[in-house]
């Protein structure tokens, strides 16, 4: 059975930094590649950015709002996938979700989703 | 890339069916045949419905399908099912590239 479970979230202050973790199992991580999301209170969804399977080179993409404070890396001995969150604003605020993309250079669609970890940035 | 329009909320009686819209421009919805639609039950985390347009993933109820007309994507329910009632996002590829989501509708079963 496919499962991902996030963590690492919490409350923190404009201007740190927090990493969360994706721990994938039921299916061997690197032959997949993995995005990020996240999602405001009471709001609807948003994509962060992804990480290519190691057939692509493991390369990223980032959503424009993210781009340059924001990292994601892997590691498919650990089975894990982690998003690096720097210069965090109030407005980074939400559930971050991790999700493995069903296939492609860019990704189709993501076909399994972890249940969230909450990320609260306030002053 | 703003968010893909959907209506905010769409009603049904069990057993009836229902049309979800999400509207893009030609940058996105209409350009490519990766739009994705997941359901999302509240506190819960999202589930795959429909990938590439029309496509429905293993596991998913005959009674979802999906379609698409120029820069609008469709989402049917037939026979709706009180355990129908969440949250509905589409999400189309956007090239970059980016992904964009729709503002979501809420899906209530009367």
């Known amino acids: 059975e496919v499962q991902l479970v996030e963590s690492g979230g919490g409350s923190l202050q404009p201007g740190r930094s927090l990493r969360l973790s994706c721990t994938a199992s039921g299916f061997s991580l690197g032959g997949y590649a993995m995005s990020w999301f996240r999602q405001a209170p009471g709001k609807g969804l948003e994509w962060v950015g992804f990480i290519r399977g190691k057939a692509y080179g493991g390369t990223t993409e980032y959503a424009a709002s993210v781009k340059g404070r924001f990292s994601i890396s892997r590691d498919d001995s650990k089975s894990i996938a982690y998003?690096?969150?720097?210069?965090?604003?109030?407005?980074?605020?939400?559930?971050?979700?991790?999700?493995?993309?069903?296939w492609g250079y860019d990704?189709?669609?993501?076909?399994?989703?972890?249940?969230?970890?909450?990320v609260a940035v306030s002053s | 890339q703003s968010a893909l329009t959907q209506p905010a909320s769409v009603s049904g009686s069990p057993g009836q069916s229902i049309t979800i819209s999400c509207t893009g421009t030609s940058d996105s919805v209409g350009n490519y045949n990766l739009v994705s639609w997941y359901q999302q039950h509240p506190g819960k985390a999202p589930k795959l419905m429909i990938c590439e347009d029309t496509k429905r993933p293993s596991g998913v109820s005959i009674r979802f399908s999906g379609?698409?007309?120029?820069?609008?994507?469709?989402?049917?329910?037939?026979?709706?099912?009180a355990e129908d009632e969440a949250d509905y996002y589409c999400c189309s590829y956007a090239g970059g590239p980016t992904y964009v989501f729709g503002t979501g509708t809420k899906v209530t079963v009367l």
């Open chain 1, 83 to 102: 998003l690096q969150m720097n210069s965090l604003k109030i407005e980074d605020t939400g559930v971050y979700y991790c999700a493995r993309v069903r």
């Open chain 2, 67 to 81: 379609s698409k007309s120029g820069n609008t994507a469709s989402l049917t329910i037939s026979g709706l099912q």
């Open chain 1, 107 to 118: 990704p189709d669609a993501f076909d399994f989703w972890g249940q969230g970890t909450m």
